[in-house]
C-alpha cells in the first residue's frame, strides 16, 4: 500500500508541472497564433513567406525532434547554462502558436466578405471590424478543431521527458528503474485521462454557450 | 444643391470594363431607381460609390464637396474614406447582418463605437449609451420590429433581417441611403414588407438610390429612373419616361422581357 501512495504522490508532483507545461504554452501559444496568422495572409510577400516556411518546418518535424533541438542544441553552439525548461517552453510554444495559426486562419477565412463589407460601410476601423465583428464569429467556429488541439496538448506534455523534465511520465517512468515495477506508466494514464475529461466538459460548455446564435 | 453628384465614373475589373463613365446627380429628398440586367453594372456603380470598390476614374461629390476623385485616388486615407462613407448608408442583398448580436445590438453597434470618440464621452458615458440605445429602439419601432429587439437573426425571417439591416444603416444618419436588389433574396411575401419600408422612408423625405429587379414597385415609389445596359446609363428620366415610354431599343427588350414574366 505504501508503494501505491508514494507513486500517487510522485504523479501528483508530476502533474504540477504538466499543468505548467500545458498553461504557459496556451498562455503565450494562443496570441502568438493569432499573430502568426496574421503573417500567414499577409499581402506582403516578404512577411507572409518566412512564415510559411517556419510554420511548415515546425508542422512539418516531430515535437520531440524540436524539443531536443532547443534542449541541447544551445549547448552544442556554446550558450551555456540555459535553464531547460526555457528550451521546453520555447519548443511548445513554436509548435503550438504554429497549428493555432493554422486553426485562426481557417477561421478568419471562412467568414464572409459581406460580414467585412457591412462593418466598412458603417464607417468602422479595420480593427474595430476585426474585434467587435469578426473575432466572435471566428471563437465560435474554431472551438471543436480548438478542443483537439488542447486535448493533444495535454497528452503531448509528456514528451518534456525526452529532454528531462519531471512530468508525469517521467516520474512514472523512474519506478521503472527504481522498483521495478511497470504498473506506475499505466496509472499515469489516469491522470491524463481525467485531465482532457475536465478539458473536455469545459469545452462543451463553451460550445453550449455559444449555441446562442447560428452563422 | 445637388446632394448627390457622380461624374463620368469608370471601373475595369482585369480587362472587363464594368462601368464606362457613368453620370447622374441627385437632388435631397429624391429617390432614385436604377434598373437593369444582371452584369450591366448596377452593383459596381453602388459599391464604387459606397468606397466597397475603388472607381479608376471619375468623382463623387457629396453636398458639392467632392469626396472621391480618380486623379488622386492613392492618396486618400482609410480614415477620409470612412468619413465619406459616413454619408451613406448601404444595405445589402444578404443582408450581412452580424450574427452574433441582437437586432438592436446591430442596430447600436456602430454608434456605439462611433461615439467613443466625441470629446465628452468620458464623462457622460452612462448618458450617450442610454440614448442610443432609446434611439435604436425607436428606430426600429419604425420598420415595426419593436417586439424584436433581443433576437438574434437566426430567430428572424428574410424580411425582418433585411428591416433589422435598413434600421441598422440609417442609425447613423446617412444623407443617402443606397439599397443593393433589397429583395433579392426574399420570396414575394416577404418583399412586399421590405417595399412598404422603403416607400414609408420615401414619405418621410429621405435620399435613397434603390437598385432592383421590381419594376413595378420602381415605377410606384420613384422620382427618377436610370437604366442601365452595358456599363453606361442607356436612359434616365422619370418613371413614366423610362417605363410607360421607352425610347431606347435595350430598355424596350428588358421591360418587355420582364413584364412577360410578371
Known amino acids: 500500500m505504501s508503494i501505491f501512495i508514494t507513486v500517487t504522490l510522485s504523479l501528483l508532483e508530476g502533474l504540477l508541472t504538466t499543468f505548467k507545461i500545458f498553461g504557459l504554452t496556451l498562455l503565450m501559444a494562443l496570441p502568438l497564433g493569432l499573430i502568426i496568422s496574421f503573417g500567414s495572409m499577409s499581402r506582403f510577400a516578404v512577411v507572409k513567406w518566412p512564415i510559411k516556411t517556419l510554420i511548415w518546418i515546425i508542422r512539418g518535424t516531430p515535437l520531440m525532434l524540436q524539443l531536443i533541438v532547443f534542449g541541447f542544441g544551445p549547448g552544442l553552439i556554446g550558450i551555456n547554462g540555459m535553464d531547460t525548461f526555457v528550451a521546453v517552453m520555447i519548443a511548445f510554444v513554436l509548435n503550438y502558436a504554429c497549428y493555432f495559426s493554422e486553426i485562426f486562419r481557417g477561421g478568419i477565412e471562412s467568414i464572409p466578405k459581406g460580414q467585412y463589407e457591412a462593418g466598412a460601410v458603417l464607417g468602422l476601423t479595420k480593427t474595430q471590424v476585426f474585434f467587435k465583428i469578426i473575432l466572435k464569429q471566428v471563437i465560435k467556429r474554431i472551438v471543436p478543431p480548438m478542443s483537439n488541439e488542447f486535448l493533444t496538448l495535454v497528452k503531448d506534455t509528456s514528451l518534456a521527458n525526452t529532454i528531462m523534465i519531471y512530468e508525469i511520465t517521467w516520474n512514472a517512468k523512474r519506478f521503472m528503474n527504481s522498483e521495478h515495477i511497470l504498473w506506475p506508466l499505466f496509472y499515469s494514464g489516469v491522470f491524463y485521462l481525467a485531465f482532457c475529461g475536465v478539458l473536455t466538459l469545459i469545452f462543451g460548455y463553451i460550445e453550449k454557450k455559444l449555441d446562442y446564435y447560428k452563422g | 444643391m445637388k446632394i448627390l453628384e457622380i461624374k463620368d465614373l469608370c471601373k475595369s475589373f482585369g480587362k472587363t470594363d464594368v462601368l464606362k463613365g457613368v453620370s ?239
Request: hydrophobic share 40%.
Open chain 2, 24 to 262: 447622374f446627380s441627385m437632388e435631397q429628398g429624391e429617390v432614385l431607381s436604377i434598373l437593369g440586367s444582371s452584369g450591366s453594372g448596377k452593383t459596381t456603380l453602388l459599391r464604387c460609390i459606397n468606397f466597397l470598390e475603388k472607381a479608376d476614374k471619375g468623382e463623387i461629390l457629396v453636398e458639392g464637396e467632392t469626396i472621391f476623385s480618380g486623379e488622386n485616388s492613392d492618396k486618400i486615407s482609410a480614415s477620409e474614406i470612412r468619413k465619406a462613407q459616413l454619408n451613406f448608408g448601404m444595405v445589402f442583398q444578404s443582408f450581412n447582418l452580424f450574427p452574433q448580436y441582437s437586432a438592436l445590438e446591430n442596430v447600436t453597434l456602430a454608434p456605439l463605437l462611433h461615439a467613443k470618440k466625441s470629446p465628452d464621452y468620458k464623462q457622460n458615458k452612462k448618458k450617450i449609451k442610454e440614448e442610443i440605445i432609446a434611439e435604436g429602439k425607436e428606430i426600429l419601432a419604425r420598420v415595426g420590429l419593436l417586439d424584436k429587439l433581443n433576437n438574434y437573426p437566426c430567430e428572424l425571417s428574410g424580411g425582418q433581417q433585411q428591416r433589422v439591416s435598413i434600421a441598422r444603416a440609417l442609425a447613423l444618419k446617412p444623407k443617402i441611403l443606397f439599397f443593393d436588389e433589397p429583395t433579392s433574396a426574399l420570396d414575394p411575401e416577404l418583399t412586399g414588407e421590405i417595399l412598404k419600408v422603403i416607400k414609408d422612408l420615401a414619405k418621410q423625405n429621405i435620399t435613397m438610390v434603390i437598385v432592383t429587379h421590381e419594376i413595378g414597385f420602381a415605377k410606384n415609389v420613384s422620382d427618377k429612373i436610370i437604366f442601365m445596359d452595358n456599363g453606361v446609363i442607356a436612359e434616365e428620366g422619370t418613371p413614366q419616361e423610362v417605363i410607360d415610354n421607352p425610347k431606347n431599343e435595350r430598355t424596350k427588350a428588358f421591360l418587355n422581357l420582364v413584364t412577360q414574366k410578371e
